[in-house]
């Protein structure tokens, strides 16, 4: 079992209550002689209140877990923004954020193919592709995604849009993997207006701003709390109803890698069920607070990462010496809003996708500060959604990830929510939703 080691806390506060306890004994002895004994009484039971009532607070520490990672920057290779023109007629290009193309090349009669590669290298099997492309005539062409041996794996199914906001998966009969994985060939209608073809919807920082604006209200306070390495703004958003002083806190947070657009449609759709207005909403926000991180990434994001932030490096593997500044500010601002408020952090919930739907717990011998409540929340999900086939995978507190980060740090309980890259859009907003239900059911009545 991963022992809780608390975070150290500043001494300023309880210094201040063990010399209030001081003074206030040293006033009951000399007030004995004057007194009676229930003035006695009454001043050390005021003392050791002013003692309670000192504030822990906590600061940024590093850890050491069995699982170590380097998180130095490492080199990336930018691709190059261009537009590619053949003399079939056909042009792409990649000039657009979150675009991910490498080539485009002509290979045949209305056939060609588009090399992807990676920001850099080792990297996680998630190679994200991105681009749009035109015709001076419509016909149909065979696009081929290749990969590189050893490097990347096709993974992510096309989707279509002419507007870059309606998105639909390209259909099975057009579309062919290799058995080895390391090309896969569409079949798409080409005209003269622009098509996008990318891995999943596209939802670059400016989109995430504009939906994080949209929510600002009497109770949602929208702001950034730092710029990533390219000076692009970090979100976030600080919710509850009235003030916010000693309230415990679900902290939610999304898109440390850039191509998982399930898990940012996730938390979305989570938090807009947080926001509805309903009497459990109400009554939640009335006790608790919510902080939300909605993309933690934008720099990976808006460059067509496969997984990593302009400084190579895998964000969700640095929380343990805060090497990306990304990582850093997150979790400074995180202990900043904490210390404030004087509130609990109760839980964290990490919005990620992957290959299928899962939710990484603790272990079982983990005790965190609200320890039994991810089963019983995954439980109470399965019992209304039973089409959820997420998968409960406990982990040991032994990787620098958010998930851990959150239980050394304030001994608060955290998940990592994955939903799958092929998961419906109408059973992830259904399970998000539920999700957010009972998420604030439990808090409110048990935990």
Known sequence: MEPYVPSPVTSKKILLGKAVFIFLYSCSLSLTAMTNRFTNIFL???????????????????????SKVDTNDHPIDLQEKKEYSTEAGVTADNLFDAARLNDFKETGANRFEVPIHPE????????????????????????????????GKHRYWPRLSSDRENWMAIDSGRFVVAQDS????????????????AGQEIIDSNDMKEW????????????????????RDLLRMDITNGKADGKDIVILMSRQHPPEITGQLAMMHFLDENLDGS?????????????????????GVDLGHWRHNEGGIDLNRDWAHYRQP???????????????????????????????DIYYIYNDDVISKIHGFSREWINDIYERVPEDEGIIDPFPVNSPVSKNW??????????????????????????????????????????
């Open 44 to 66: 050390i039971v005021l003392c050791l209140s002013a003692c309670d009532q000192a504030k822990t607070e906590y600061i940024l520490t590093e850890f050491e877990y069995e």
């Open 120 to 151: 850099n290298s080792p990297i996680n099997m998630s190679p994200w592709y991105a681009f749009r492309i035109k015709a001076e005539e419509a016909k149909a062409i065979e696009i081929t995604l290749t990969y590189t041996e050893g490097i």
């Open 182 to 197: 390391l090309s896969a060939t569409m079949t798409i209608d080409v005209s003269t207006s622009p098509l996008f073809v």
């Open 212 to 231: 994080v604006l949209a929510r600002k209200s009497a109770n949602v306070k929208t702001s950034t709390y730092g710029k990533s390495r390219l000076g």
């Open 279 to 299: 009497e459990l909403s109400n009554d939640f926000l009335d006790n608790h607070r919510v902080i939300v991180y909605p993309m933690i990434n934008p720099d």
């Open 326 to 356: 990304e990582v850093r500010q997150v979790c400074e601002d995180i202990i900043e809003r904490v210390n404030e408020s004087g509130g609990d952090v109760k839980l964290g919930l990490d919005f990620h996708s992957t290959w299928e």
């Open 406 to 447: 959150f239980y050394r740090q304030f001994n608060a309980e955290a998940i990592t929510y994955e939903i799958g890259d092929g998961t419906s859009r109408e059973l992830i907003k259904t399970k998000a939703e539920v999700g957010a239900q009972e998420m604030m059911k439990l808090l409110l009545e048990k935990y």
